[in-house]
């Protein structure tokens, strides 16, 4: 089964990178080579600057409005994911929580991909 595993930083400094307890490039290195080595990945990607987002709704009568940000207060940010298929939940977890950026402030949220052929 499928899972994405989204990867939040806690906190982020003022140039946008993640903050501290985030793991460094090495750490994320040998995280991503052993999911590859174990033959789980999917698919991955690091999002470029982590402050800049951009947020669009419709409204019930077609009304487009665009604001900055997916977030109002929250310093939390969405900083790149990883989609890995494996045997099931626990499993997903296990990885998740090898993963740098379940360190310090920064989280991990566990999500299935729906399979709508199955």
């Known amino acids: ?6 990867i939040y ?12 307890g985030n793991g460094n490039i ?11 080595d174990a033959g789980i990945l999917v698919s991955s990607e690091s ?12 409204d019930a009568s ?6 900055d940000g997916p977030f109002t207060e929250s ?9 890995i298929d494996v045997p099931d939940l626990d499993a997903a977890l296990d990885w998740a929580a090898l993963c740098p950026g379940a360190e310090g402030e920064g989280a991990m949220v566990v999500r299935p991909v729906a399979d709508f052929g199955a």
């Not at 930083?9 to 501290?20: K, Q, S």
């Not at 077609?62 to 604001?67: D, L, M, Q, Y």
């Open 62 to 67: 077609g009304v487009r409005t665009v604001t």
């Open 26 to 36: 090495e750490d994320w290195q040998a995280f991503h080579q052993k999911v590859q």
């Open 9 to 20: 930083a806690g906190a982020v400094e003022a140039d946008g990178t993640p903050g501290e």
């Open 1 to 6: 089964m499928k899972y994405m595993l989204m």
């Open 75 to 83: 310093r939390e940010v969405l900083g790149g994911f990883y989609v």
């Open 47 to 58: 999002l470029a600057d982590f402050v800049t987002a951009t947020t669009v709704r419709v």
